[in-house]
Each structure stands twice: as structure tokens, then as C-alpha cells.
């Protein structure tokens, strides 16, 4: 047990598991979250995230994903929760693509469970997709779904019960070291800590300006379709999928709630401003691309969507997350950017923030996540 007094300032994603592994540690941890728990305008909104260990972003996030997965499956253990179905994802996408080329690195280097199918055995399997004749689809088993709100909730909820103190609607206004700590401003209060976790998500570059010219907070549209075969779009016909090579990459998550089916573009939708004025009208015609997508790979399912919702997340110029000490201090850690990538990895970012905090540095690979990069 250590005396150290942590703050989490962000009480999202990243800063839910902060705050549950840093009570876990019997750390005296803080969170300030300036709107109520799991609300719907943080990165974490729009009921399901593809967790995916075959990682089309590069192979060196394996470890850092098989870390995550069992820190998953230890919050649903800690809580009795079912936060992550492990139903599997695929990969699909043209052999000669680097993405796919990154999936099989990653299955091949860390012994990934996993399938290879061609476009014939995949279809015939998954007669949701079409595939043309030089795709083939990657089965990962070690991927599946999560229920991102209820995530964020969950492990807030176990860090209060494990002694962290959790401050809702409490925006941080400012974060000043003062000597050996770090002053934090809150609702009008001071109150001093020994280490800060910024997980401020699409706010980040409001708290440090000095990364504003490579972290912006983007729209991001989800998108849910209809099908007069439900039980073909369920969680145990219908694996969570990333696919790459059409018109636009795509990824589909099966029909959670038992009508319609997500199929969403990685593709954002423009930069926003000012978080707080996230403009939730979508303009259909923004929609063609997805939509063409949709009539082209999926013919089980309806070509307009049913249902629509907009969100954002933070993203970086180079779209990895920025991960450590803000340069030149050894008091406040930053952990945001994750540029519509970053759920799966929360819980084991949760325990990278934890190791930051009580020993300054981690064992997980992060060194391709430096802020430092941004900054010199
Ligand atoms: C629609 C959508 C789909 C996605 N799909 C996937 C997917 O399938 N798989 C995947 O792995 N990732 C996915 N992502 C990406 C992933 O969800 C994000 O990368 C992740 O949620 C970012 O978490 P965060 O903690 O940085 O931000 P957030 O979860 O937004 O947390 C930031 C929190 O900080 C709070 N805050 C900000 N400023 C202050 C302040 N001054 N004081 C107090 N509190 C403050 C905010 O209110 C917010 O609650 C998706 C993202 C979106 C938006």
C-alpha cells in the first residue's frame, strides 16, 4: 500500500480502468469526471466496440491486447458483469493489402487462434459477406464484442468500491505542479496531488494546447441496418468484423439488441471545433459511400440504415494514442488520442496509467505511443 494521492481528471474510457487499477493497488485515487458516468457524449457512446486481437494497425499492439483481454475478463470476474463476448472477429480484406498483411503477422508472430479462409470457404461460412476472389477473411478467436458504456460504468462503479472517490459533473479547470505535487482545479476548488492521469478522450488538446497541432477531436457516424433474417445477424452466426479494400473500410459488430445490425466506416466525418457543439445532424448524402458498401458486401441486408448515431473521439496525426509523461514533467501522465481505435485496449491502459503514477515507468510496449514525438 502506497501513500501516493492520484487524480484521474476524465472518467471515460481510459480513466474508468485508471481509476479501478489504481484502487486495485490501494492507491488514494481521485476521479473528476465533468458530465455523469458512461454519458453519451464521450468516446465510449454507441453500444458495442469490436475487440480484435489481430490487428490490422501493426502487430507490435498484440501483447498489449492479450494484456487487455485478460484484464477484461478479470473486471467481469471482479463484478459479475458480461462486458466482453469473445464470439470472434474477422478480417477481411485483398491478400496483398498491408492491413491484412498486418493480421497475419500478428496471428503468426503471437499464436493467435485463428482460421484463414478464402473468398469461396468464406462465403460459403458467412454467407453475410460477399468477397471478391483475391480477398480472403482472417477468423481471429480472439476477438469478439464489448458494451463500451456499460464498461466504463462497470469499472467506475468496482474503483468506488475499492475506496477511490469519484467527483460527477466536476470539470477540471486547470492542472499546475506547485512544487513536489500537481494543484488541480475543480468546481471552483484547489485540492493537491502527487500524480495526475489526463483520460480527457476528444478534450485533450483543450488540457495540453502544446499537442493541438496534432490531436483533433474528429465526428465519427454509426450506422445500423435491417434484415428480414435476424438469426443470421445474431452473435453467434455473425462474428464482429474489420474489412478493407472496398470504397472505404468498413467493420460490422452482429445485432445486439436483436433487430438491426451495425455496420460502420472507420472513415470520420470532419474535425470538430469545439467538443461541446458536436453537431449530431447527419447529412444523408454523407452516407452514399457506406451505403454502396453495404449493398456490395452484404445482400442480407438493407442498404439505407435504420438508425444513426454521432460521436466523437480524439485523433492523433499519426493515429496512435499519446501514452506517458507530458514532456518535461515527471507528475502528469497523458493518455488520449486513440483515434477511433482505443477501446479494447482501456483496461490494459487503465494499468499502464497505474504503473506510470506509482513507478514512472511500465513494462507494456508503449514507446511507439511517446507524447515526446509531438512535441520536439
Ligand atoms: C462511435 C465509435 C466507435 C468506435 N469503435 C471502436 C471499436 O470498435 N473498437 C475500439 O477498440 N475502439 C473503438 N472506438 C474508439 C474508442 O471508443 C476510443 O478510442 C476510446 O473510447 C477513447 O477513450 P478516452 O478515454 O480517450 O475518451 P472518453 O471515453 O471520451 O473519456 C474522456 C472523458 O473525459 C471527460 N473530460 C474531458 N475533459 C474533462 C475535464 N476538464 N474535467 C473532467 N472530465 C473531463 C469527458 O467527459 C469524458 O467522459 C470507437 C470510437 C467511437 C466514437
Not at 491484412?100 to 508472430?109: G, H, L, T
Request: hydrophobic fraction near 40%.
Amino acid at each position: 500500500m502506497s501513500n501516493l494521492k492520484v487524480a484521474v481528471v476524465g472518467v471515460g474510457s481510459m480513466g474508468s480502468m485508471a481509476l479501478w487499477q489504481l484502487a486495485k493497488a490501494g492507491i488514494d485515487a481521485v476521479g473528476f469526471e465533468q458530465f455523469g458516468l458512461a454519458h453519451e457524449r464521450s468516446a465510449a457512446g454507441g453500444e458495442s466496440r469490436m475487440f480484435r486481437t489481430a490487428y490490422m494497425e501493426g502487430a507490435d499492439y498484440v501483447p498489449m491486447l492479450k494484456a487487455s483481454r485478460k484484464l477484461w475478463q478479470e473486471l467481469e470476474a471482479e463484478t459479475g458483469q458480461s462486458l466482453l463476448n469473445l464470439n470472434g472477429a474477422l478480417m477481411i480484406g485483398p491478400k496483398s493489402d498491408e492491413r491484412i498483411a498486418n493480421v497475419i503477422r500478428s496471428v503468426e508472430e503471437f499464436e493467435i487462434d485463428h482460421e484463414v479462409l478464402d473468398s469461396a470457404e468464406a462465403m460459403k461460412r458467412y454467407p453475410q459477406h460477399w468477397l471478391d476472389s483475391d480477398e480472403i477473411a482472417v477468423l481471429d478467436r480472439e476477438g469478439g464484442v464489448i458494451r463500451p458504456e456499460m464498461a466504463v460504468f462497470t469499472a467506475a462503479e468496482r474503483a468506488v468500491e475499492l475506496g477511490a472517490q469519484l467527483r460527477e459533473n466536476c470539470r477540471v479547470d486547470s492542472i499546475v505542479e506547485s512544487g513536489s505535487g500537481v494543484r488541480i482545479n475543480a468546481d471552483g476548488k484547489d485540492e493537491e496531488f502527487d500524480k495526475v492521469i489526463v483520460t480527457t478522450g476528444p478534450w485533450t488538446a483543450r488540457v495540453f494546447p502544446q499537442f493541438a497541432d496534432h490531436l483533433v477531436p474528429r465526428k465519427i457516424v454509426m450506422t445500423w441496418y435491417l434484415s428480414k433474417k435476424l438469426d443470421d445477424y445474431s452473435s453467434e452466426n455473425f462474428p464482429a468484423f474489420g474489412r478493407v479494400g472496398g470504397e472505404i473500410q468498413t467493420f460490422g459488430i452482429p445485432a445486439l439488441e436483436g433487430t438491426m445490425t451495425k455496420i460502420g466506416s472507420v472513415a470520420t466525418f470532419g474535425d470538430v471545433e469545439v467538443p461541446e457543439d458536436l453537431h449530431r445532424d447527419v447529412d444523408l448524402a454523407e452516407l452514399g459511400a457506406i451505403n454502396r458498401e453495404v449493398a456490395r458486401c452484404h445482400p442480407g441486408l438493407e442498404s439505407t440504415p435504420s438508425r444513426i448515431s454521432v460521436h466523437m473521439d480524439a485523433y492523433t496525426t499519426d493515429e496512435h494514442a499519446l501514452v506517458g509523461p507530458v514532456p518535461g514533467s515527471d507528475k502528469v501522465f497523458v493518455l488520449g488520442g486513440y483515434s477511433g481505435h482505443g477501446f479494447k485496449l482501456a483496461p490494459v491502459m487503465g494499468e499502464i496509467a497505474k504503473d506510470l503514477a506509482v513507478d514512472g515507468v511500465t513494462s507494456h510496449p508503449i514507446a511507439h505511443l511517446a507524447p515526446e514525438r509531438f512535441t520536439v
